[in-house]
């Protein structure tokens, strides 16, 4: 049979047949070149540098957002925030915003401080910045309440903190802690200039119920002054290895300050007459004693 012979609807099926897959073919081209295309396209430096671009203004638009809400949180949820904070991501805070800021000097933030003093070449801890104590004691002296030093081996770093506790006079601190991360530190120093500086505590609070002074010079003049200012107030005394307090110091403290309820210090301190004191319902109403014996 000639091709001028083939139905005509076979002839049609036949071309229809080429142009489909000639279709088909030139469909699968252009997707293969597309995608050739697309991956230069986005390998390209400018087309990673608009979606960076188009991410990173995703985030900022996100953090704005973050901002917005934390800025807009309540003085006494802040606060509650800002008191488990170290002294200088607090003060980075305190530069977000005005709320932040107000929040920053609120009195309440300022009742409990550590100091901590020490010398790069003794310690490995950070020690609070000269301008920043000079700060606290000339804007938050008197709102501070609970307070401790924490000082290193130096004997330059126990000096810093009695001179800071010389500048405490207008302030009503009721706990007072005096801590030695190693020995010798306070003992080291002149015990007139260590007296002298815990003196003005003694006498300038009048409220002191916590007070822990162990390994230091402090003697029984001072505890006398302790006791004539803070009698009806104190409740915890911790005193070991202070060798220059006697058992007549301690008495002292136990015939006059009837409120205490917790006593540590060293068994070469104990006398006979003290340790009746101590056992006495009408002298303390001790409920620990802890005795050290070296």
Not at 1 to 18: C, I, K, N, R, W
Not at 31 to 45: F, T
Not at 198 to 224: A, C, H, M
Not at 262 to 278: G, I, K, Q, T, V
């Amino acid at each position: 049979m000639d091709a001028g012979e083939y139905p005509m609807a076979a002839v049609t099926s036949f071309h229809l047949s080429q142009v489909n897959c000639n279709l088909q073919a030139s469909f699968r081209m252009k997707r293969s070149n597309l995608s050739v295309v697309n991956k230069i396209v986005q390998s390209s430096p400018v087309m990673k540098q608009s979606k960076l671009g188009f991410y990173s203004s995703l985030s900022q638009t996100h953090m704005y957002t973050a901002l917005a809400d934390w800025g807009s949180l309540p003085h006494h949820v802040v606060l509650h925030i800002f008191q488990y904070l170290p002294l200088i991501d607090r003060a980075r805070a305190s530069s977000v915003c005005r709320r932040w800021n107000e929040v920053f000097h609120i009195p309440d933030l300022w009742r409990k401080f550590e100091f901590e003093l020490t010398q790069p070449a003794t310690s490995y801890f950070k020690s609070t910045h000269p301008d920043l104590i000079q700060q606290i004691i000339k804007k938050h002296a008197t709102h501070l309440q609970y307070v401790s030093f924490k000082v290193d081996s130096s004997t330059e770093s126990a000096e810093a903190a009695c001179d800071i506790l010389s500048q405490l006079v207008n302030c009503s601190i009721q706990t007072l802690g005096l801590i030695s991360t190693a020995k010798p530190s306070f003992m080291n120093m002149s015990k007139s200039h260590f007296v002298s500086a815990l003196t003005v505590v003694f006498v300038n609070s009048k409220s002191l119920s916590s007070i822990k002074i162990e390994g230091t010079p402090v003697d029984d003049p001072s505890l006398k002054i302790l006791v004539a200012n803070n009698s009806d107030t104190l409740r915890l005394l911790k005193m070991s290895s202070c060798p220059h307090v006697s058992s007549d110091g301690i008495l002292c403290v136990a015939d006059h300050c009837q409120g205490l309820k917790e006593l540590a210090l060293n068994y070469y301190m104990l006398s006979d007459d003290l340790l009746l004191a101590l056992s006495s319902e009408t002298h303390v109403n001790l409920e620990h004693l802890r005795i050290d014996v070296i």
